[in-house]
């Protein structure tokens, strides 16, 4: 998720974009970038690695830079880590054509391969670069100019896209196009806008257009003009902003937290088509071969918080599906306990933040004693993707609340896509069994909208437990990994205190807290321990428990027992954590919100902790 900002009217435009940038920070803020033409000059460009202050002061607050007409854009790094090459805008040679970009380009390194043998050379790592240079190609290629170009790249691009593009040859306009990611098009007085977010619109105007999927805009200085992918004109109507700047960089929603809650089918879909190509799941990019994982000989995944909890889920699936035998620690305590490693063993360390001082030290650990790293990564170029010997990614975007859900989400996804790999590539996962999987994984961001549509029965049900001094969540199996998490969220954000339990151990003391009124959250995804987990929802409601069931849709029957049942749609119970975990994240959210709490900032937390 990346921010980009356009002008052309009047004024001089390099101030007004980095304002307009300013605005979209919460966007992605490793690395920004200006372009602005003065008249019929060539654009001037310049782009600092960092926050977006390394780019104010280079450019002395725009001011050296002359221009009414200029494009500017706010990096979060997807292809080709944080510096000043990979940062946008991106050219064509000459400068004929100048662009940024919000998205991404799935398909980038085919069309650069293609282009390459066009004689095209290419200076960064990025997918953006190519798309520029796609648009460059056609447009020197049929002569058809900037909207013509337009529309042949975008017959070619697969996957999201968000582009604000000058062309030389045409001077005071700036021409944008959408598949997918936001933009929008305020129209000022003599004076026209682009921003990928409402927040850096409203300080020009509150009438803007939205661009439909597939569609091109031409903009002058108080003039905007669309088009269809063939380069028919279409008309639009203008509509007014009501928003204020706050809410808009919440996308609407009251808090990040929320916002992000809603974004997990987008980020979930976003990590696996970063690497499920044509069917197949495709590594090339980790740098992971089938050879590599056939000699695997275990695995220990090393994380924190959250990122631990993912590991707890990854362990039952990678051990179902590849019959590897898995560990999974805390950071802290593997970086002290002198692990032993045995032959073939592969360390996993997963972290959002790549910075969690814990789990990088646990990573210098592992690679100390010699054993082959893996990093499970939200932020590109972080230390501990830096340092892992090979990482994959996961496409989360920025994620602002300190209490993790989307970042969570899509390591969840990493990890599956490991364990069906890991299986495939020891034999164990046949053809029938690899297209399943990957259909319902490619299934789960759907039904994670579905559930996120009955969001109001959470918020009903967490309203009446506002005042509750002790929650426990239990489970058994990956049930219980997902328990983990949900009493977590819960902690984290509404300090009510909590306690996640492996079902079948409550009886060895624990159960002796249960008392009247306790709400008890029973997790039941997998079948076959559904029988199990019930019966221990029995034994706490014979203590007085209040209890909330989360289960499949179709296990009806829990409502004999439980108080309030939650269903989530059928999926492959080896995923099920994906689904399941929503709900739970609802929960400790409106808690939250009913304590009146800080929600996005809870006390004493740090979205990253990199110190011990
Ligand atoms: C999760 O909601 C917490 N904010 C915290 O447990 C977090 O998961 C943990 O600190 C690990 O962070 P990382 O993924 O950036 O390493």
């Known amino acids: 998720m ?7 009217g009047p004024r001089q435009a390099a101030p007004l974009l980095l304002e307009g940038l300013e605005k979209l920070e919460y966007r992605g803020y490793d690395s920004a970038g200006l372009a602005v033409r003065d008249g019929g000059a060539l654009p001037q460009i310049v782009k600092a690695k960092g926050r977006l202050k390394a780019l104010v002061e280079k450019t002395n607050g725009g001011l050296a830079m002359a221009g009414t007409c200029g494009i500017g854009h706010t990096r979060w790094a997807t292809h080709g880590e944080p510096s000043e090459g990979n940062a946008h805008p991106h050219a ?43 648009i460059d190609y056609y447009y020197k290629k049929y002569q058809e100019g900037p909207v013509g170009a337009l529309g042949r790249a975008m017959t070619r691009l ?15 306009e700036i021409y944008v196009a959408r598949k997918d990611s936001p933009l929008i098009v305020g129209v000022g007085e003599d004076e026209t806008v682009i921003a990928s977010d409402v927040p850096a619109i409203l300080q020009y105007t509150r009438s803007v257009y939205y661009i439909g999927n597939l569609e091109i805009g031409r903009l ?42 809603h974004e997990q089918p987008r980020a979930v879909r976003d990590t696996l088509n970063a690497y499920i190509r044509e069917g197949k799941i495709d590594f090339s990019e980790v740098g992971l071969t089938r050879e590599e994982m056939a000699a695997i000989g275990q695995i220990t995944v090393v994380a924190c918080g959250s990122a631990y909890h993912v590991g707890m889920a990854a362990q039952y699936v990678i051990e179902d599906l590849a019959r590897l035998p898995v560990r999974v620690e805390l950071a802290s305590e593997f970086r002290y306990r002198k692990p032993i490693l045995g032959p073939g063993s592969l360390v996993i360390v997963v972290s959002q933040s790549g910075e969690t001082a814990d789990s990088l030290a646990a990573l210098r650990e592992a690679k100390e004693q010699g054993a082959p790293t893996l990093g499970i990564v939200n932020v590109v170029g972080s230390s501990i993707a830096r ?50 999987l990957l259909a319902e994984l490619e299934a789960l961001p759907g039904k994670m909208e579905k559930i996120l549509e009955d969001k109001e029965r959470i918020q009903w049900f967490a309203s009446k437990f506002s005042n509750a001094r002790d929650v426990f969540f239990i489970g058994r199996g990956i049930d219980y990994a997902c328990s983990l998490e949900g009493s977590l969220k819960m902690k984290e954000i509404s300090y009510i205190h909590s306690e996640a339990y492996a079902a079948g151990e409550l009886k060895h003391g624990t159960i002796s807290l249960i008392e009247d009124g306790v709400l008890v959250v029973g997790v039941l995804t997998q079948e076959e321990l559904f029988g199990k987990t019930l019966s221990n929802l029995v034994e706490v409601k014979s203590r007085g428990a209040y209890l909330m069931g989360l289960t499949a849709y179709g296990h009806y029957s829990i409502e004999d027992t ?36 800080d929600v996005d900032k809870p006390r004493n937390l740090a979205k990253s902790v990199t110190v011990e």
């Open 2 to 8: 990346c921010g980009i900002v356009g002008y052309v």
């Open 158 to 172: 697969r996957g999201s896209y968000a582009l604000a593009v000058l062309f030389a040859q045409h001077p005071e």
């Open 562 to 597: 439980v108080d309030f049942a939650v269903y989530i749609p059928r999926t492959d119970q080896r995923f099920a954590t994906s689904l399941a975990v929503i709900p739970l994240q609802l929960m400790g959210y409106y808690l939250s919100v009913a304590r009146g709490l």
């Open 387 to 436: 340092e892992a010997d090979k990482v994959l990614y996961t496409l989360a975007g920025p994620e602002i609340a300190v209490a993790t859900t989307k970042a969570y989400s899509t390591q969840l996804i990493a990890c599956y896509l490991l364990a069906v790999e890991l299986g495939r590539a020891r034999g164990l996962v046949d053809d029938g069994e690899y297209a399943r």
């Open 92 to 134: 064509s040679a000459g400068l004929e054509v100048v662009g940024v970009h919000n998205g991404i380009i799935e398909n980038y390194q085919e069309l650069k391969a293609k282009l390459e043998k066009s004689g095209y050379t290419f200076t960064s790592q990025t997918d953006t670069e190519v798309a520029v240079d796609l």
């Open 220 to 261: 002058k200085g108080g003039e905007a003009a669309f088009f269809n992918i063939d380069g028919e004109e279409i008309e639009k109507e203008v509509t007014q902003i009501e928003w204020d700047a706050q809410a808009a960089e919440k996308g609407g929603f009251e808090h990040f937290m929320m916002k992000e809650i």
